[in-house]
């Protein structure tokens, strides 16, 4: 048997439009999303059954599969992206966390459900000043980035990058609560907060008030001391 182990599992819906076309999956966004969701179900379950499993869904159709060796206490979680409102039913699994893209305070809604929570870029220092300086020295311009950036938003039909597209529109790219350039240079997968410590540590807090209960941190390599101070801010909040 598997000796108890702790494995976090984070699942995606595909990739983009044109590359599932070309491999001939044509489903659409909201089928690839009740897709992922049966394929969670079935390794979940499979991780948990002690005999034989069958599994009947749209998408899947397994019969009396049996995993070899048996799990003995596998902490299995599951992390999800996306819009994933009308699974109710995963609100009350234990193992299933939602993950959303960060978004300004004012055009996010409330957390769809239990153990919700966002995906955000992270640039702190004592001053915002500082914060300012290192994200730019960290993140560049880089016209490469900024074509494939391009390029990759116009062949993505996700809902956040239909959010993202219609957000540039009328919005800046440097609100230091919002900071998207690393994003827009293909640097970054996640909107950055460029702030002060305390500044930080004080906004995220409103998300906490929001219902979201956790943040999937991106930061550059060389800041881990600083975002200590900032996660020890929160634990003290």
């Given amino acids: ?97 939602f993950v959303k893209n960060y978004r300004p305070l004012d055009l996010l809604q409330k957390a769809p459900g239990k153990r919700s929570g966002l995906n955000v870029g992270i640039c702190v220092r004592p001053t915002e000043q500082e914060a300012l300086a290192a994200v730019q020295a960290y993140y560049p311009f880089d016209r490469q980035g900024e074509l494939l950036y391009s390029l990759a938003v116009e062949n993505n039909e996700t809902p956040w990058n239909i959010w993202i597209k219609d957000y540039l529109k ?35 807090k409103k998300y906490f008030e929001k219902g979201y209960q956790f943040f999937v941190l991106d930061f550059h390599r060389n800041d881990f001391k600083h975002i200590k101070i900032l996660t020890d801010l929160l634990k003290c909040g």
């Fill in 170 to 204: 009328t919005n800046r790219e440097d609100d230091l609560l919002f900071y998207l350039k690393p994003f827009k240079t293909y640097q970054s997968t996640s909107p950055f907060i460029v702030s002060s410590y305390e500044n930080a540590a004080a906004h995220l």
């Fill in 1 to 97: 048997s598997v000796s108890k182990a702790n494995v976090a599992l984070n699942l995606v819906s595909g990739s983009f439009m044109s590359e599932m076309t070309s491999i001939g999956n044509n489903l659409s966004f909201e089928q690839r999303n009740e897709r992922l969701i049966e394929f969670l179900q079935i390794v979940r379950d499979l991780l948990a059954s002690q005999s034989t499993y069958s599994f009947n869904g749209r998408h899947y159709q397994i019969e009396n599969v049996d995993l070899f060796p048996k799990s003995t206490g596998t902490d299995c979680k599951f992390f999800i992206s996306g819009q994933f409102e009308t699974q109710t039913t995963l609100f009350d699994d234990p193992s299933v966390y």
